[in-house]
């Protein structure tokens, strides 16, 4: 009876804990901005201290699960304790941490009501729920977008480390430092100005952690500056806004109870909200090509959101496939585009591709986005015996791909006499052409061009045709940054061959520059004294 009484008691004293739950009140919104439904939500696997209240000690730790409740033995029996709450966690997976600026750094952190511990050590703290108007709850719903961020990427990362790089989130109230990422301090910045608060914007806080999902797991060569949606960028930067689109936008569909729009991004304001869709998406006409952020997130979501639309889009959940793509395949690579998650994609899995990207006939997910990334029908034209006729004087070609990489596009153009002038133009998906004139043999270069102007990559050039005949053209990519792309072609004789002045070399005309007789000696002799000098 001895031995099972004591060992009763170790029972009794293994299983004395603290236990306590804490939540923070959350802020619902929907595509029209906040609705005013301000729930209380878990604080979910947060750090938390037992603090004996008489002199600050701490005396146990433990983290939070996910309905918000700690238990946390080894507290002696008969003592004061509080339990403290941070908006942190180092370990499980997660890595997040939520301060108030980058000069303080003071990580956030509530505190409960105390309790005395019973003679085991065991206690119930009441629940602590962390209202917006005392200004608690907004930097734990910050932290709770890091961790849903770390949950998503944990379901597709097999090899995600317990302790993964750390994500530290800057944020106060009134802060008009802005949103951002910053790669060189490795954080992100949060808005806090009463205007445009972004402490409960998710949709916006979790695109910004998509942009260090990129710097930590994969690669992000964006050049960087201002941007919108509509935009035309460097493909550089319309990869990198539009993968941190879509890690906003998949990380929320992974949490439907909480996100009933996981496909918009809602930025809200104090008063409404702008949203835009990537399902869809939205601004058709002008969300195309791989230069625009939200044709590249569109096209992500259609390769793994589970609803198909419009007959193009056929797949469905390779989630997995396009992390891999993001976190194995494309941080070996230089310039990062669109193109490059491609071929990563293309490595994961071959057999998605003709319905990832479609051809000049099929559409499919990239080219229902002008995203065009397969040859032409019009392929093999890679020298001049193979080359595809071009009319002078007509419209021309469009939507000529430079695909595969080292591609050449060869043309063949019938020319009368005079000035004959040909150009790219309408180039797509970041193509930069380099332009080539060569005669009759198609060996003989005449002309070239690489870009038209500073900052403009399309080609232009105009030529002398003396000889009525058969020419050729070639196009190739030039750049660093993209190898496909697309272009339009054109070309036609202007005008005759300039005539020659007949005067001999030297020979130097005077003007008259005036009617009356004194001013018109004057003319002639300024001009005589002119001739004079340039020769």
Same mark, same amino acid.
């Not at 942009?211 to 500056?225: I, K, L, M, T, Y």
């Not at 986005?369 to 034209?381: G, M, V, W």
């Not at 030039?478 to 004789?493: L, P």
């Given at each position: 009876?001895?031995?099972?009484?004591?060992?009763?008691?170790?029972?009794?004293?293994?299983?004395?804990?603290?236990?306590?739950?804490?939540?923070?009140?959350?802020?619902?919104?929907?595509?029209?901005?906040?609705?005013?439904?301000?729930?209380?939500?878990?604080?979910?696997?947060?750090?938390?201290?037992?603090?004996?209240?008489?002199?600050?000690?701490?005396?146990?730790?433990?983290?939070?699960?996910?309905?918000?409740?700690?238990?946390?033995?080894?507290?002696?029996?008969?003592?004061?304790?509080?339990?403290?709450?941070?908006?942190?966690?180092?370990?499980?997976?997660?890595?997040?941490?939520?301060?108030?600026?980058?000069?303080?750094?003071?990580?956030?952190?509530?505190?409960?009501?105390?309790?005395?511990?019973?003679?085991?050590?065991?206690?119930?703290?009441?629940?602590?729920?962390?209202?917006?108007?005392?200004?608690?709850?907004?930097?734990?719903?910050?932290?709770?977008?890091?961790?849903?961020?770390?949950?998503?990427?944990?379901?597709?990362?097999?090899?995600?480390?317990?302790?993964?790089?750390?994500?530290?989130?800057?944020?106060?109230?009134?802060?008009?430092?802005?949103?951002?990422?910053?790669?060189?301090?490795?954080?992100?910045?949060?808005?806090?100005?009463?205007?445009?608060?972004?402490?409960?914007?998710?949709?916006?806080?979790?695109?910004?952690?998509?942009?260090?999902?990129?710097?930590?797991?994969?690669?992000?060569?964006?050049?960087?500056?201002?941007?919108?949606?509509?935009?035309?960028?460097?493909?550089?930067?319309?990869?990198?806004?539009?993968?941190?689109?879509?890690?906003?936008?998949?990380?929320?569909?992974?949490?439907?109870?909480?996100?009933?729009?996981?496909?918009?991004?809602?930025?809200?304001?104090?008063?409404?909200?702008?949203?835009?869709?990537?399902?869809?998406?939205?601004?058709?006409?002008?969300?195309?090509?791989?230069?625009?952020?939200?044709?590249?997130?569109?096209?992500?979501?259609?390769?793994?959101?589970?609803?198909?639309?419009?007959?193009?889009?056929?797949?469905?959940?390779?989630?997995?496939?396009?992390?891999?793509?993001?976190?194995?395949?494309?941080?070996?690579?230089?310039?990062?585009?669109?193109?490059?998650?491609?071929?990563?994609?293309?490595?994961?899995?071959?057999?998605?591709?003709?319905?990832?990207?479609?051809?000049?006939?099929?559409?499919?997910?990239?080219?229902?986005?002008?995203?065009?990334?397969?040859?032409? =029908?019009?392929? $093999? %034209?890679?020298?001049? /015996?193979?080359?595809?006729?071009?009319? *002078? &004087?007509? #419209?021309?070609?469009?939507?000529?791909?430079?695909?595969?990489?080292?591609?050449?596009?060869?043309?063949?153009?019938?020319?009368?006499?005079?000035?004959?002038?040909?150009?790219?133009?309408?180039?797509?998906?970041?193509?930069?052409?380099?332009?080539?004139?060569?005669?009759?043999?198609?060996?003989?270069?005449?002309?070239?061009?690489?870009?038209?102007?500073?900052?403009?990559?399309?080609?232009?050039?105009?030529?002398?045709?003396?000889?009525?005949?058969?020419?050729?053209?070639?196009?190739?990519?030039?750049?660093?940054?993209?190898?496909?792309?697309?272009?339009?072609?054109?070309?036609?004789?202007?005008?005759? =061959?300039?005539? $020659? %002045?007949?005067?001999? /070399?030297?020979?130097?005309?005077?003007? *008259? &520059?005036? #009617?009356?007789?004194?001013?018109?000696?004057?003319?002639?002799?300024?001009?005589?004294?002119?001739?004079?000098?340039?020769?």
């Amino acid at each position: 009876m001895r031995t099972l009484a004591f060992g009763l008691a170790l029972s009794s004293a293994a299983a004395a804990q603290v236990t306590g739950r804490v939540r923070y009140q959350d802020r619902v919104y929907d595509l029209m901005g906040f609705t005013g439904s301000e729930p209380y939500r878990p604080v979910r696997y947060a750090e938390v201290e037992i603090v004996r209240d008489s002199d600050g000690t701490t005396l146990g730790t433990g983290v939070t699960d996910d309905a918000g409740t700690f238990r946390i033995g080894g507290i002696p029996g008969r003592t004061r304790v509080f339990a403290r709450v941070y908006a942190r966690r180092e370990g499980g997976g997660i890595n997040a941490a939520v301060r108030d600026n980058f000069t303080d750094r003071a990580l956030y952190a509530a505190a409960t009501a105390s309790i005395v511990t019973n003679n085991a050590g065991s206690g119930t703290i009441p629940d602590r729920d962390l209202t917006i108007a005392s200004g608690a709850a907004p930097p734990f719903n910050v932290f709770d977008a890091a961790v849903r961020s770390f949950e998503y990427q944990a379901s597709v990362d097999s090899d995600l480390p317990a302790l993964p790089p750390a994500l530290t989130i800057y944020w106060e109230p009134g802060s008009s430092n802005g949103t951002y990422f910053s790669p060189t301090d490795n954080s992100v910045f949060l808005l806090g100005a009463s205007a445009d608060p972004d402490e409960y914007d998710d949709d916006i806080i979790l695109h910004e952690i998509g942009h260090w999902v990129a710097h930590n797991f994969s690669r992000d060569d964006s050049p960087g500056g201002r941007h919108s949606v509509i935009d035309q960028l460097d493909p550089r930067m319309s990869w990198s806004e539009g993968f941190a689109h879509y890690w906003s936008a998949t990380v929320r569909r992974s949490f439907p109870a909480e996100y009933a729009y996981p496909s918009a991004l809602v930025d809200n304001r104090a008063a409404g909200a702008s949203t835009y869709e990537i399902e869809g998406p939205s601004f058709p006409a002008l969300a195309v090509m791989a230069t625009n952020e939200l044709a590249v997130a569109a096209v992500l979501w259609d390769i793994t959101d589970p609803s198909n639309e419009g007959g193009f889009d056929l797949l469905s959940g390779h989630e997995t496939e396009t992390w891999q793509s993001v976190n194995d395949r494309m941080p070996a690579m230089a310039e990062l585009t669109l193109e490059d998650f491609r071929d990563g994609l293309a490595l994961e899995n071959p057999a998605l591709m003709a319905d990832v990207t479609g051809d000049e006939t099929t559409p499919r997910i990239m080219n229902e986005r002008s995203i065009l990334y397969f040859p032409n =029908l019009a392929e $093999p %034209d890679d020298s001049a /015996a193979t080359a595809s006729p071009l009319a *002078a &004087g007509d #419209p021309g070609l469009t939507r000529r791909t430079i695909y595969p990489s080292g591609d050449a596009d060869w043309y063949s153009i019938d020319l009368t006499e005079g000035m004959f002038q040909v150009e790219t133009f309408n180039l797509g998906d970041g193509a930069d052409t380099f332009l080539e004139l060569y005669g009759a043999n198609g060996t003989t270069r005449l002309a070239s061009n690489n870009n038209r102007w500073y900052g403009d990559p399309s080609s232009s050039l105009t030529f002398p045709v003396s000889k009525a005949g058969t020419y050729y053209l070639r196009v190739t990519r030039s750049g660093t940054v993209v190898e496909n792309g697309y272009y339009d072609i054109r070309g036609e004789i202007t005008g005759p =061959l300039p005539v $020659p %002045d007949p005067r001999p /070399a030297g020979f130097c005309a005077a003007s *008259a &520059g005036a #009617p009356s007789p004194g001013l018109w000696l004057l003319g002639l002799a300024l001009g005589f004294l002119a001739c004079l000098r340039r020769r």
